[in-house]
C-alpha cells in the first residue's frame, strides 16, 4: 500500500503541470479507480491508464474552457489528439510542432519530456524563417538540420502524413490536385487550399466561423488564421512569390519519405550498415494494432527460424518501406489469390510486388517478413492477414476507422492483461 499510495501522491503533483498544459481536464479521478489500478497491476500501470485518460479518452480542453454553462466540447480526432501531444512551441496563441516534433511524432510512440511548451515570439519566428533555406538547397536531412529552428502548422502535419504514405505513381496526381489552374505551377494562393481542403471548412462565411469555432474549442491553440510558417518559406520563399513546380514537389516528398525511413534505420542499426532480421520485424510491428503477446510469438518466430543473421542493407529496408507505399495495388493483386482460395509462397509474393512496383524485394527481407507471418510454419502467407497489419504499420497505428476501439474497457482489460503477462 506505501507504494501505491507514493504512485497517487505523484499522479496528483503532476496534475497542474498536466492542467495547465491542457493534457487533462479537471475532472478528478476517483480514489477507488486509482487504488484498484494499482493494485491490480503495479504503479506503472496505473500512471499510463491515467496518462491515456487524459491524451486519448478525454476530449482535450483548456481550463479556462471549463466554465459554468460552457456547451459540450466535441472530442478531438486521433491526429489533433497526436498533434497537440507533440507540438511543443506556442505563437500568438496558436500551437506549432517544430520539424524535430513532426519526426519524433512518425517515429516514436509518445513525446520525449517536456515541462511546457516554449511561447515564441515574434523575433523568434522571424529568425526561424530566415534560417529555412529555399527549395534549391532542400536534402533527406531538411527536417533533421531544421530540428527544433521551424514550425510546422496542424494542416501542414496533415499534408506531411499523407505524403508519407504516398507512393511514386500518386506524386503526380497529389501536385495536380494543388495545380488549380492546370498551368503546371503551384503557388502560394493555390497551397493554401490545403487550409481548407485538410480542415473542411466550409465556404460559407457562417459555415467557416462554425468550423473555426469547434476547431478553437476542441483543439483551441490550432491556427484559425495563416501565418507563415518553415515549409511555405521552404517551397515559396521569403515574400511568398515563388512558384513549385512538379520537379520540385517530386523532389521533396521523395526526401521526405527517405528521410523518415533513414531515421527509422538509424534508430536499430546503432552506426552499423545492416539491421538485423530481429529487428526489422520489431520495426514492422511497433505500429501496428498487435497486442504484446502478439509481437513476442512473432519476434520470437523470426529467432528460432533464422538461424544465421544476414542482415538487411538500408536500400533493402527502403524498398520495402517503399512497396508498402504500394500497399493498395498489391492487396488487388492478392485478391487473385484469396478468390481462388491458393495460398501465397515465397515466389508468387515476389511476382505480386514486381507488378505493382517495378522492382524486386531483397530475398532475406522477404523470407523475414514470411517467419513473421507464416503461423504455422507451412511456407505460405495469409495476405488479408498481412496487408491489414501492414495498413498499420504504414500509417503508423493511426487509421482513423480504427480508433474507436482506443480507451474503451477491452481496450484496457487487455492492457491489464499484457501487463499481468510481463510480471
Given at each position: 500500500?506505501?507504494?501505491?499510495?507514493?504512485?497517487?501522491?505523484?499522479?496528483?503533483?503532476?496534475?497542474?503541470?498536466?492542467?495547465?498544459?491542457?493534457?487533462?481536464?479537471?475532472?478528478?479521478?476517483?480514489?477507488?479507480?486509482?487504488?484498484?489500478?494499482?493494485?491490480?497491476?503495479?504503479?506503472?500501470?496505473?500512471?499510463?491508464?491515467?496518462?491515456?485518460?487524459?491524451?486519448?479518452?478525454?476530449?482535450?480542453?483548456?481550463?479556462?474552457?471549463?466554465?459554468?454553462?460552457?456547451?459540450?466540447?466535441?472530442?478531438?480526432?486521433?491526429?489533433?489528439?497526436?498533434?497537440?501531444?507533440?507540438?511543443?512551441?506556442?505563437?500568438?496563441?496558436?500551437?506549432?510542432?517544430?520539424?524535430?516534433?513532426?519526426?519524433?511524432?512518425?517515429?516514436?510512440?509518445?513525446?520525449?519530456?517536456?515541462?511546457?511548451?516554449?511561447?515564441?515570439?515574434?523575433?523568434?519566428?522571424?529568425?526561424?524563417?530566415?534560417?529555412?533555406?529555399?527549395?534549391?538547397?532542400?536534402?533527406?536531412?531538411?527536417?533533421?538540420?531544421?530540428?527544433?529552428?521551424?514550425?510546422?502548422?496542424?494542416?501542414?502535419?496533415?499534408?506531411?502524413?499523407?505524403?508519407?504514405?504516398?507512393?511514386?505513381?500518386?506524386?503526380?496526381?497529389?501536385?495536380?490536385?494543388?495545380?488549380?489552374?492546370?498551368?503546371?505551377?503551384?503557388?502560394?494562393?493555390?497551397?493554401?487550399?490545403?487550409?481548407?481542403?485538410?480542415?473542411?471548412?466550409?465556404?460559407?462565411?457562417?459555415?467557416?466561423?462554425?468550423?473555426?469555432?469547434?476547431?478553437?474549442?476542441?483543439?483551441?491553440?490550432?491556427?484559425?488564421?495563416?501565418?507563415?510558417?518553415?515549409?511555405?518559406?521552404?517551397?515559396?520563399?521569403?515574400?511568398?512569390?515563388?512558384?513549385?513546380?512538379?520537379?520540385?514537389?517530386?523532389?521533396?516528398?521523395?526526401?521526405?519519405?527517405?528521410?523518415?525511413?533513414?531515421?527509422?534505420?538509424?534508430?536499430?542499426?546503432?552506426?552499423?550498415?545492416?539491421?538485423?532480421?530481429?529487428?526489422?520485424?520489431?520495426?514492422?510491428?511497433?505500429?501496428?494494432?498487435?497486442?504484446?503477446?502478439?509481437?513476442?510469438?512473432?519476434i520470437a518466430r523470426v529467432k528460432d527460424r533464422i538461424q544465421q543473421e544476414k542482415g538487411i542493407t538500408f536500400q533493402e529496408f527502403k524498398k520495402f518501406c517503399q512497396f508498402l507505399?504500394?500497399?493498395?495495388?498489391?492487396?488487388?493483386?492478392?485478391?487473385?489469390?484469396?478468390?481462388?482460395?491458393?495460398?501465397?509462397?515465397?515466389?508468387?509474393?515476389?511476382?505480386?510486388?514486381?507488378?505493382?512496383?517495378?522492382?524486386?524485394?531483397?530475398?532475406?527481407?522477404?523470407?523475414?517478413?514470411?517467419?513473421?507471418?507464416?503461423?504455422?510454419?507451412?511456407?505460405?502467407?495469409?495476405?488479408?492477414?498481412?496487408?491489414?497489419?501492414?495498413?498499420?504499420?504504414?500509417?503508423?497505428?493511426?487509421?482513423?476507422?480504427?480508433?474507436?476501439?482506443?480507451?474503451t474497457w477491452e481496450a484496457f482489460r487487455q492492457c491489464i492483461r499484457n501487463e499481468m503477462k510481463s510480471n
Amino acid at each position: 500500500m506505501a507504494a501505491v499510495r507514493r504512485c497517487r501522491d505523484l499522479l496528483r503533483s503532476l496534475r497542474p503541470i498536466l492542467w495547465k498544459e491542457g493534457i487533462f481536464t479537471k475532472q478528478p479521478v476517483p480514489r477507488r479507480s486509482l487504488y484498484m489500478i494499482a493494485a491490480a497491476s503495479g504503479c506503472t500501470l496505473a500512471i499510463h491508464w491515467f496518462y491515456k485518460q487524459g491524451q486519448d479518452i478525454v476530449p482535450v480542453v483548456h481550463a479556462r474552457e471549463t466554465e459554468k454553462n460552457e456547451p459540450t466540447k466535441e472530442k478531438a480526432t486521433h491526429r489533433e489528439l497526436r498533434f497537440r501531444q507533440f507540438a511543443s512551441v506556442e505563437y500568438q496563441g496558436n500551437i506549432y510542432m517544430t520539424p524535430q516534433d513532426f519526426l519524433e511524432s512518425v517515429t516514436e510512440e509518445s513525446p520525449r519530456p517536456r515541462i511546457g511548451r516554449i511561447r515564441l515570439t515574434a523575433q523568434d519566428v522571424e529568425s526561424m524563417l530566415r534560417q529555412t533555406p529555399s527549395r534549391s538547397r532542400g536534402s533527406n536531412k531538411l527536417f533533421r538540420n531544421l530540428h527544433d529552428k521551424g514550425i510546422i502548422s496542424y494542416t501542414e502535419y496533415l499534408f506531411l502524413l499523407c505524403v508519407l504514405t504516398k507512393p511514386r505513381s500518386g506524386f503526380r496526381i497529389a501536385f495536380n490536385m494543388f495545380d488549380t489552374d492546370g498551368n503546371q505551377i503551384v503557388d502560394k494562393k493555390e497551397f493554401l487550399v490545403l487550409e481548407r481542403v485538410f480542415s473542411k471548412q466550409p465556404d460559407s462565411e457562417d459555415g467557416e466561423g462554425k468550423k473555426k469555432e469547434v476547431l478553437s474549442k476542441v483543439i483551441p491553440a490550432v491556427e484559425t488564421r495563416i501565418q507563415d510558417t518553415s515549409l511555405m518559406v521552404h517551397f515559396f520563399g521569403k515574400y511568398g512569390n515563388d512558384v513549385l513546380k512538379y520537379d520540385d514537389f517530386h523532389r521533396f516528398m521523395e526526401n521526405l519519405q527517405s528521410e523518415v525511413i533513414e531515421l527509422e534505420f538509424l534508430e536499430f542499426s546503432k552506426g552499423m550498415n545492416t539491421i538485423s532480421e530481429v529487428d526489422f520485424a520489431h520495426i514492422l510491428l511497433r505500429y501496428t494494432l498487435l497486442d504484446r503477446s502478439e509481437i513476442e510469438e512473432c519476434i520470437a518466430r523470426v529467432k528460432d527460424r533464422i538461424q544465421q543473421e544476414k542482415g538487411i542493407t538500408f536500400q533493402e529496408f527502403k524498398k520495402f518501406c517503399q512497396f508498402l507505399n504500394n500497399l493498395d495495388d498489391f492487396s488487388i493483386a492478392m485478391k487473385m489469390y484469396t478468390y481462388a482460395q491458393q495460398p501465397v509462397s515465397q515466389d508468387e509474393f515476389q511476382r505480386a510486388v514486381r507488378v505493382c512496383t517495378g522492382f524486386t524485394l531483397a530475398k532475406d527481407v522477404v523470407n523475414t517478413v514470411f517467419q513473421i507471418f507464416d503461423s504455422d510454419g507451412d511456407g505460405h502467407l495469409s495476405s488479408p492477414e498481412f496487408i491489414a497489419i501492414m495498413k498499420d504499420r504504414l500509417h503508423r497505428g493511426s487509421r482513423s476507422h480504427l480508433m474507436h476501439t482506443q480507451g474503451t474497457w477491452e481496450a484496457f482489460r487487455q492492457c491489464i492483461r499484457n501487463e499481468m503477462k510481463s510480471n
